[in-house]
């Protein structure tokens, strides 16, 4: 096993995935036999190949200002176009992540004459759901700002309860239900 865990590094693995295989080949019950990953030979081998490879995931880079605009240069004037712009000026101007931003409710925001709040009520840096507010003040042009963006595709979707983000079908009728925080990342 040891070996194994060996020549998948040498064959340029990452340690998450030979973690990964660890553990679904931990997880096989063949023939009441023990499982080979409780070893210390096996332990020594997989703690050497994180500290030699690293455990850092790499994630990608993030949007900077020239390219949010270069994105919202892009998008069409119509429905899909308002939400799309609202999500990627709401998602810039917040710092959201994907999973935060298609979670957000309608009761989670807060507009006020100085822009929004918005409530995010769980995440991945909160999973006890304490919640953090956060305010979105208005942008100074009108092209850039989320929290008129975000007025403009409730507005137009009619959105007035539950999700934010919603899908649209290929006639631009919004669906209910959420989009996946992957439809999100196809966004721009």
């Known amino acids: 096993m040891a070996a194994c865990l060996a020549a998948m590094a040498d064959r340029g693995a ?26 210390s030979l096996v332990s020594r081998t ?5 500290r030699t ?15 949010l605009k270069r994105m919202l240069d892009r998008l069409p004037n119509t429905r899909v176009g308002l939400g799309d712009r609202a999500l990627l000026l709401l ?6 992540r994907r999973s935060e931003l298609v979670s957000l409710d309608v009761v989670d925001l807060d507009f006020s004459r100085a822009g929004l709040i918005v409530t995010l009520r769980k995440s991945k840096t909160d999973q006890e759901g304490r919640s953090r507010r956060l305010g979105i003040p208005y942008g100074s042009s009108e092209q850039t700002c ?28 919004v669906q209910p239900g959420r989009p996946s925080d ?6 721009g």
Do not use: C, M, Y
């Open 91 to 96: 998602g810039f101007a917040g710092d959201f």
């Open 146 to 173: 989320p929290v008129r963006s975000l007025q403009a595709w409730l507005e137009s979707a009619h959105v007035a309860d539950e999700p934010v983000f919603r899908s649209l079908d290929r006639f631009q009728r």
């Open 46 to 50: 997989h703690s050497g190949i994180r």
């Open 14 to 39: 990452k340690a998450a995935t030979i973690a990964r295989r660890l553990v679904v080949i931990s997880q096989a019950k063949a023939a009441d036999l023990p499982s080979p990953t409780t070893s």
């Open 182 to 187: 992957k439809a999100v990342a196809l966004v």
């Open 53 to 67: 490879l690293g455990t850092a995931q790499s994630g990608n880079a993030p949007a900077l200002v020239d390219d």
